[in-house]
């Protein structure tokens, strides 16, 4: 009985022996593949971000502004940014160039809001060796928001522009560098790679059009809805001096921080006529606020600051046909506000 | 905090687990304490303010249980119960027994928008558990640490299984670094912390994206065309059980990492060949107390036919409304109810059924009735119900390839728990693992992290 006893514990401790080195195995084999992973995505840099010098070849493979615009706000070639989303994205850099004798990099990322606008702000200024000629940064009404944290709905790498270290390594633990990686490999060592626009202009006109937001009944039915049409008129805004913008505080910062030879200039994008709340509305009382606070933030900091304000009754923007939806404007309105920002450009330059 | 995000595996866990290990070997008696601590602190990282309350809930169903056992007091236990529930009810159940009310002429009750504390549904379970076995005698008096420890035990806390008192407490007085298969029950409990979050975040979070389109789409009104609807209906079938069973798997590996052994709460459910077998299947932990606890209260099968279908639709009935305050729970708990009813008639009457066929009435009464449980409105269903039978929008557009998936692996395939439980300690099935758990890691570093879809009840 003894012998059984015995024989059964060596047993015991045999299978205990193999079910501990099994689980070191798991533990060690997946903090090391992880490491490992983490090693190797670190030094391909999937997104050309410049934090490895391992591989020359510059720029990204096409893809979305998200991830593209850590290349292109790095690129020493461009002197002048425009920053925005959707609402700025049909500005082509070519013709701002062409009027202005500057080298502009469109950095729009369609859904994003103030705390993206001002990451990719600090990226491209992070990355400047000689101070930038000139900012653009589109103001929409999301900059109006009261919420401190200036919270998006819709995701944005954080972490991709994130001065920390540690920071960005986190963020490279994500299904979509895995799925990155051998993609960033193939343009690396590809023999003539696509490569992504370096300038970041990008026309939707042909997406929108292919939607049928110019042709479709139904979508060319809401420019016609007016959300403000029951809307209270005030004599005064109820909240007068007490509406607080916590965008503006975070841009006078960014605004003081700019070089004073920069000319910056602040476009609000157009809306179409029956987006604009009628004044007399709390509305139009809280945009009225909102862009007095933003501009008063930047140019109490930053002199060489421009106002280009589309966002306000004009022909253009009672004209359905020169509007997408309510807020997205199509080509001819984009032209003119080229013409405006350079002009306001040469003013300041 | 979520077991599938990176501050609970990369922080929490590694301390607890060192922190506990070192407790176990060195300062055996600060192992509860260390433990219950551990869970204090995981359950407060959610919502610190929600640590007052479980901590009160817990020394009030102590303290009653002490003077219970001093000085026998019957009504004591059924008052603790009630009281119990009424806590629920009010955080729970407030507005809904306020919008009834005020359907009585005249009665204009008030509308408070209350927090629910995580978990609580769970936690006034095994209040009622341990207070009724007290009564019964079945069940001893515990110090505070051990009971708190009962309620709060981490792994356990947010969304069970629920654990009987006598499946958990033994085991809180064992040393369970010292058994000869300590390094096997880590490392098994590793593995099916690994294969719930691989069910989770593949599986259950891939299903919500061909669910949840669906049903905002039926949400806001739009027709669905019969593809569409079944993508729902299945989409979100899968869905729930990959979440649901994912995270049981997760919290009896964690638990078996920290030496404890929790009760299995899914055995293949869409294998059920009958109503009855498949609540025997799903949720096991609260079928059995349902059984145990209310049905059987309630009746149960020995005092006649008519008592033992009123007791079985009425604990149904209630235990939808468990889930939530809303009458689509309560529907969706009394069809249940209804279910099982006319099973109990037809076992009676003697008829039989081909297992085939008896698969396939009880998964389709499952989907069909899931649906009302998703929907959140009766018109949200109508619409949905209308697109399966063919009254929707015109066209078929299914999505089908997660479908497939999930219906091989849930109908087909054995359970995580069976795998897992029969694995060698062989160095190619750990380096499976680490592979799986390093995918695993980078799809949680994904933006879209969702949350388990029991932590709503």
């Known amino acids: 009985m003894n012998s059984s006893i015995s024989s059964s514990e060596a047993a015991a401790q045999h299978d205990g022996a193999r079910w501990r080195r099994f689980a070191v195995t798991l533990v060690v084999g997946t903090l090391a593949v992880l490491t490992g992973i983490v090693t190797l995505a670190y030094a391909v840099d999937p997104y050309d971000s410049g934090r490895s010098a391992l591989f020359e070849r510059p720029g990204v493979r096409p893809q979305g502004p998200r991830t593209a615009n850590a290349s292109r706000g790095r690129d020493p070639a461009f002197d002048a940014v425009v920053v925005g989303n959707s609402r700025i994205q049909l500005l082509a850099p070519e013709r701002l160039n062409q009027a202005t004798g500057l080298s502009f990099v469109q950095l729009a990322v369609p859904g994003s809001g103030p705390k993206e606008h001002m990451t990719l702000i600090d990226w491209y200024l992070r990355h400047r060796k000689a101070p930038p000629r000139a900012l653009v940064v589109s103001v929409d009404d999301l900059w109006c928001t009261s919420d401190p944290n200036l919270a998006n709905d819709k995701p944005f790498p954080f972490w991709l522009y994130s001065a920390d270290p540690l920071d960005y390594a986190r963020g490279l633990v994500r299904f979509d560098v895995l799925e990155e990686l051998p993609l960033r490999l193939a343009y690396l060592f590809g023999k003539d790679p696509e490569r992504a626009r370096p300038d970041g202009y990008w026309d939707y006109e042909p997406e929108y059009a292919a939607l049928g937001y110019m042709t479709n009944p139904e979508i060319r039915k809401r420019l016609a809805q007016k959300p403000y049409a029951a809307a209270e008129r005030l004599e005064r805004d109820p909240l007068e001096g007490r509406r607080r913008f916590p965008a503006a505080g975070r841009f006078r910062e960014i605004a003081a921080a700019l070089p004073a030879e920069t000319a910056l200039v602040l476009v609000m994008p157009p809306a179409y006529t029956n987006l604009q709340p009628p004044p007399g509305t709390e509305k139009a009382f809280q945009d009225q606020a909102c862009k007095a606070a933003i501009v008063a933030a930047a140019r109490q900091v930053h002199p060489r600051t421009a106002v280009v304000d589309w966002r306000v009754d004009r022909p253009e923007n009672r004209n359905p046909d020169l509007f997408f939806d309510q807020m997205h404007y199509r080509l001819p309105i984009a032209r003119l506000i080229e013409r405006d920002v350079s002009a306001a450009l040469r003013r300041l330059l | ?457």
């Open chain 2, 1 to 457: 905090m979520l077991f599938n995000s990176f501050i609970f595996l990369f922080a929490f866990l590694p301390v607890a687990l060192l922190v506990h290990w070192l407790v176990e070997r060195f300062k055996p008696d600060w192992r509860l304490p260390v433990l219950l601590g551990l869970s204090l602190l995981f359950y407060g990282y959610w919502d610190w303010r929600f640590v007052p309350l479980l901590v009160l809930s817990v020394m009030v169903n102590w303290l009653i249980a002490e003077t219970f056992t001093r000085s026998g007091r019957d009504i004591l236990i059924p008052l603790a119960v009630t009281a119990n529930l009424v806590a629920l009810a009010f955080f729970k159940y407030f507005n809904f027994f306020a919008e009834l009310a005020a359907l009585v002429p005249g009665i204009r009750p008030p509308h408070y928008d209350i927090a629910l504390p995580l978990g609580i549904s769970f936690f006034t379970f095994h209040h009622i558990m341990y207070l009724t076995d007290l009564k019964a005698g079945k069940a001893p008096r515990y110090d505070l640490v051990r009971y708190s420890l009962y309620i709060g035990f981490f792994p356990q806390v947010l969304a069970g299984p629920l654990v009987r008192w006598s499946e958990i407490m033994h085991q809180f007085d064992e040393r369970p670094y010292q058994r000869p298969d300590a390094a096997e029950r880590f490392a098994r409990g590793l593995m099916l912390l690994v294969a719930g979050l691989a069910k989770k975040v593949f599986l259950g979070d891939q299903l919500a994206d061909y669910t949840n389109p669906v049903y905002a789409a039926a949400q806001a009104g739009q027709a669905l065309d019969m593809g569409q609807a079944l993508q729902g209906a299945l989409g979100f079938t899968f869905q729930v059980y990959f979440d649901f069973s994912g995270y049981t798997d997760m919290a009896l590996g964690l638990a078996l990492m920290f030496g404890i052994v929790l009760p299995q709460n899914f055995d293949a459910p869409y294998r059920a060949t009958s109503l009855q077998d498949f609540w025997r299947r799903w949720h096991m932990t609260l079928s059995r107390f349902l059984r145990d606890y209310l049905y059987i209260a309630l009746g149960g099968s020995r005092r006649g036919l008519a008592i033992q279908l009123a007791a079985l639709t009425a604990t149904m009935t209630l235990g939808g409304l468990w889930h939530g305050a809303g009458w689509t729970f309560i529907v969706w708990g009394a069809l249940h109810g209804i279910g099982l009813s006319v099973a109990v008639l037809w076992r009676k009457a003697g008829y039989t059924m081909p297992s085939w066929l008896g698969w396939f009435l009880t998964f389709a009464f499952f989907v069909l009735t899931l649906t009302i449980f998703r929907s959140g409105s009766f018109e949200v269903a109508w619409n949905f119900y209308k697109g399966l039978f063919g009254f929707g929008a015109e066209g078929f557009t299914l999505k089908w390839r997660a479908l497939a998936i999930g219906a091989a692996i849930s109908m087909i395939g054995p359970t995580a728990w069976t795998v897992i439980h029969k694995l060698p300690p062989r160095p190619w099935i750990a380096a499976l693992f680490v592979l799986l758990f390093v995918v695993v890691l980078f799809k949680i570093g994904d933006d879209a992290n969702y949350e388990f879809i029991y932590f709503q009840f």
